[in-house]
């Protein structure tokens, strides 16, 4: 099966940046995603990376490190906005198909 | 408005009941997943379809079953319901056979059992 950890609560400052780890440990590995969820409403996509690196998309980022099964989630320039769940998703193939699943989510707050 | 259409968007009843959900997914997409997201928990794999027929099963309930349609609009539904039920059923949909492409989520049913 899969295993999916990240940190189930942060609190950062409005403006600054904050990182958000996640660390996997799966066979079949095929992808990784992270999803934006706001309270009560539907995850969004925010990043894919399926290559070892840095994937840098406006004020988010994403790391992947394929070896260490370790990847986070870089917000820089943080707005109250950002206050949300954010969901690590990894991408499986096995016994012919793939399967996407997510960890339990960190809860980020950004305070003024 | 993501694409994916899920009804109803709220839903109360009563243990031992039964419900039905629905999604339609986003034009193009042949896959369909759904998710469970109890409060203040991660989402839960369900089940998930392409073009018709069941791709993959997480955790889901015997009491619990799905389809994909011809017109590939899916169907949940949910019997026997107990009190633990209750939570947010998302759909997703995807246009690849499996988490090939990025899912695209509903904005999900609220299920409430009393």
């Known amino acids: 099966g899969q295993n999916i950890d990240q940190p189930t609560e942060m609190t950062a400052t409005e403006g600054a940046i904050v990182q958000i780890n996640c660390t996997y440990q799966?066979?079949?590995?095929?992808?990784l995603f992270w999803y934006q969820q706001h309270a009560g409403e539907a995850p969004t996509f925010l990043s894919y990376?399926?290559?070892?690196g840095l994937e840098e998309k406006g004020r988010f980022s994403s790391f992947l490190s394929r070896s260490k099964g370790y990847s986070y989630l870089l917000l820089k320039e943080l707005q109250m906005k950002d206050s949300a769940s954010y969901l690590c998703?990894?991408?499986?193939?096995?016994?012919?198909?793939?399967?996407?699943?997510f960890g339990t989510g960190t809860k980020l707050q950004v305070i003024p | 408005d993501s694409g994916v259409t899920q009804t109803p968007k709220h839903l109360i009843t009563a243990t031992g009941q039964r419900v039905t959900l629905r999604c339609s997914p986003r034009?193009?997409?042949?896959?369909v997943y759904w998710y469970q997201q109890s409060l203040d928990q991660g989402l839960q794999f369900l089940i998930q379809?392409?073009?018709?027929?069941?791709?993959a099963k997480g955790n889901i309930l015997e009491r619990f079953s799905a389809q994909q349609f011809p017109d590939l609009h899916s169907e949940l539904n949910l019997s026997s319901l107990e009190l633990g039920d209750s939570a947010l059923y998302f759909c997703?949909?995807?246009?690849?056979?499996?988490?090939?492409?990025?899912?695209?989520f509903g904005a999900g049913s609220r299920l409430t059992v009393l």
């Open positions: 997703a949909s995807s246009a690849g056979e499996a988490g090939a492409n990025v899912l695209t």
């Open positions: 799966t066979s079949g590995f095929n992808g």
């Open positions: 990376n399926v290559l070892d």
């Open positions: 998703a990894v991408r499986t193939y096995s016994g012919g198909y793939q399967k996407v699943t």
């Open positions: 034009s193009g997409d042949l896959s």
């Open positions: 379809y392409y073009n018709g027929e069941e791709r």
